[in-house]
Nanobody
Framework: QVQLVESGGGLVQAGGSLRLSCVAS?????????????MGWYRQAPGKERELVAEIISGGSTNYADSVKGRFTISRDNGKKMVNLQMNTLKPEDTAVYYC?????????WGQGTLVTVSS
């Protein structure tokens, strides 16, 4: 079982930046390496459903929600089993709990989330 731990959340003023990190630990199935998995960042604002923010598949291609394109950048370091989300020009509507996800091949693991609060 793979565990995911997010960090980097906090309180920031509108226009500011934060960098979220997610580190994977635990047992990966035999024959599988970390780079096999797709990784993503999702967020859930109060009273709203969880939504995709950005994802990076095993080959390195990325996909972003329209609302964060040009402001957020997802990256991964397979050697460190880590995925990062650089968030720039933050807006109050970016306020949410941000979750890391590791998935592919029947595996679908989530982290506990890290709170990002953007003040106006």
């Amino acid at each position: 079982q793979v565990q995911l731990v997010e960090s980097g959340g906090g309180l920031v003023q509108a226009g500011g930046s934060l960098r979220l990190s997610c580190v994977a630990s635990g047992t990966i199935p035999s024959g599988i390496i970390f780079s096999f998995y797709d990784m993503g960042w999702y967020r859930q604002a109060p009273g709203k459903e969880r939504e995709l923010v950005a994802e990076i598949i095993s080959g390195g291609s990325t996909n972003y929600a329209d609302s964060v394109k040009g402001r957020f950048t997802i990256s991964r370091d397979n050697g460190k089993k880590m995925v990062n989300l650089q968030m720039n020009t933050l807006k109050p509507e970016d306020t949410a709990v941000y979750y890391c996800r590791l998935f592919r091949g029947g595996v679908n693991n989530w982290g506990q989330g890290t709170l990002v609060t953007v003040s106006s």
